[in-house]
C-alpha cells in the first residue's frame, strides 16, 4: 500500500513469462506523479499465461511503452484495463491478444506507432461510458488471418484514429474485412493487402453486444486524407462515404 511509480521493466532482449499481474491496485497519494509503469525495450517480451489487470486508484494512470522490436503478448488471455490506461508502441513492436477495457475509471488510450502492430480479434469497452482512443500511426491493426467485422462491443465510446502517417490495414488474400466504425484523425487509412477493405454504414454495439445503428451518422471514412490503396481492392456501402 502507499506504492510511488511502481514500474515493471523488461530490457535488453530479455523473455519475461507471467501467469498474473495487477498494476497500480495500490497506489495511493497526493501531490506526485502515481503513475504505475509498464515499459518493454530493446527487442524484449512480456508474456501473460492468464488474464492481466492494468487497475487504478487514487486517480493516477498506468502508462505502458513498448519499443524496440518488443512484444507484449497474452495469446487468448485478456488485458483488463479497469483504470485509465496509456499504451505507447512504437518502433516495430507488437500486441498480440484480447483488450477490454471496464469500470467507470476506465479510458485513455493505446496508441500503435512507426511500425508497430495491435494484434488483436476481440477489442471491448464495457462499463459505465468512458471514451477510448485507439491511435494508428504509422501502425497497423492485424486481427488475424480471417473475414473480420470491425463492429467494437461498446463503439460508440471508442475512438478509431489514422495519424499522419497512416493506420494501416492489410487484408489477406481472399478474405474481406468491413469496417463499421468510425475512423478520424488527420492521417488516411492505408489499405494494403490482397483481400477487401469494405466501408459500411456506421453501426455500433452496445455493451452488451446488441447491434445499434446510427442513420443520422452512416460515414466510416472521416479521416482527413481518406483511403490510400497500395494493394487489393476497396469497396464502399452505400452512405459510408469516399473521404476526400
Known amino acids: 500500500a502507499g506504492a510511488v511509480s511502481p514500474y515493471l521493466y523488461v530490457t535488453k532482449g530479455s523473455q519475461m513469462t507471467i501467469s498474473g499481474l495487477e498494476v497500480g491496485r495500490m497506489v495511493s497519494g497526493s501531490g506526485i506523479d502515481l503513475s504505475p509503469r509498464i515499459r518493454i525495450a530493446d527487442g524484449s517480451k512480456l508474456t501473460g499465461t492468464k488474464a492481466l489487470r492494468l487497475n487504478r486508484r487514487a486517480g493516477c494512470t498506468v502508462r505502458m511503452d513498448v519499443s524496440g522490436g518488443s512484444t507484449f503478448e497474452t495469446g487468448t488471455e485478456t488485458v483488463f484495463c479497469t483504470g485509465p490506461t496509456v499504451a505507447e508502441f512504437t518502433d516495430g513492436s507488437s500486441f498480440k491478444g484480447a483488450v477490454q477495457f471496464e469500470g467507470n475509471m476506465s479510458g485513455g488510450s493505446w496508441a500503435f506507432r512507426s511500425g508497430s502492430v495491435f494484434k488483436c480479434s476481440a477489442f471491448a469497452q464495457y462499463g459505465t461510458p468512458t471514451d477510448v482512443s485507439l491511435v494508428f500511426d504509422g501502425g497497423a491493426w492485424n486481427p488475424g488471418n ?12 471508442v475512438d478509431l484514429v489514422a495519424g499522419a502517417n497512416g493506420f494501416v490495414l492489410d487484408v489477406p488474400e481472399g478474405k474481406t ?12 487509412v492505408v489499405k494494403r493487402g490482397e483481400g477487401l477493405l469494405r466501408f459500411e454504414r456506421q453501426t455500433v454495439c452496445n455493451q452488451t453486444g446488441t447491434v445499434t ?25 452505400e452512405g459510408a462515404g469516399a473521404g476526400p
Request: with cysteine; charged share 25%.
Open 213 to 237: 445503428n446510427r442513420p443520422t451518422d452512416t460515414v466510416t471514412l472521416a479521416c482527413a486524407k481518406g483511403v490510400r490503396i497500395e494493394e487489393g481492392a476497396v469497396a464502399f456501402a
Open 146 to 157: 480471417s473475414d473480420y467485422e470491425f463492429m467494437l462491443k461498446g463503439g460508440a465510446y
Open 177 to 188: 474485412w468491413k469496417m463499421f466504425q468510425k475512423v478520424t484523425g488527420e492521417g488516411a
